[in-house]
């Protein structure tokens, strides 16, 4: 339903069961696929594309240019997986030259007043909390959760099913499988509840906390811990995804525990 109070530009293409509610604005160049729902007074700019089954709530804004000032108009896009649900004006700014877009996945959850900045990716089944600020060219893998009013650091890497805990500073790359806070931002466990929640058994998640025990809690640094991790721990998916983190990681991982101050 093409809501006639909705400003859509001609050569926006939209599927025709899509659901346009009133003081829309879809601009050219966009892309709407079958059975999204956008919600009164949403703005969708030139360069986005978004999925199917996708509900977008009032107020948010798809698609504008980024806040990079060495963006100089290149066509580039924002990009919306299927079944996601972007709440109340949250924002999506388009890739720059750096990626060419910005990636929202599918069966996401995006709550009112998420930033996603520039040429960030974004997997799939990730929840972000309210007002979780997401700087330029961030990666957050499947799975993820991150705590309202966090904020990204530019370039961070966040891993697979990790769990973020609220107002969290976020300045350092946080690997898969782990649950991450506190003011600096630290190891604080396994997220083994997510990751039985997604079927992990119980050997897999004792092996993660095992491997994790090498990288945090003995005294090792980075390169010492994956030395002994690959001689003494064997061989899984979810060890090599770990090692492979660490080894790559631009900006290093977070540090474990920190003692409390007296």
Known sequence: MKQPLAYIHPEAKIAPNVVIEPFVTIDKNVVIEEGTTIGSNVTIL??????????IFPGAVIGAVPQDLKFAGEETTAEIGDNTTIRECVTVNRGTKAKGKTVVGSNCLLMAYTHIAHDAIVGNNVILANAVQVAGEV?????????????????????????????????????????????????????????????????????????????????????????????????????DEIILFVRNSQRGIIKGYYPDKA
Not at 46 to 55: P, V
Not at 145 to 161: C, D, E, L, N
């Open 139 to 239: 990666v957050i893998d499947d799975f993820a959760i991150i705590g309202g009013t966090s904020a990204i650091h530019q370039f961070v890497h966040i891993g697979a099913h990790v769990m973020v805990s609220g107002g969290t500073l976020i300045g350092k790359d946080v690997p898969p499988y782990v649950k991450a806070g506190r003011e600096r931002i630290s190891y604080a466990g396994v997220n083994s509840i997510g990751l039985r929640r997604r079927s992990y058994s119980n050997e897999q998640i004792r092996d993660i906390q095992n491997i994790y025990r090498y990288l945090f809690q003995m005294g090792l640094n980075n390169s010492e811990a994956i030395e002994r991790i690959e001689a003494e721990m064997p061989a899984s998916k979810e060890r």
């Open 46 to 55: 030139e360069g986005s594309r978004i999925g199917k089954n996708c509900k």
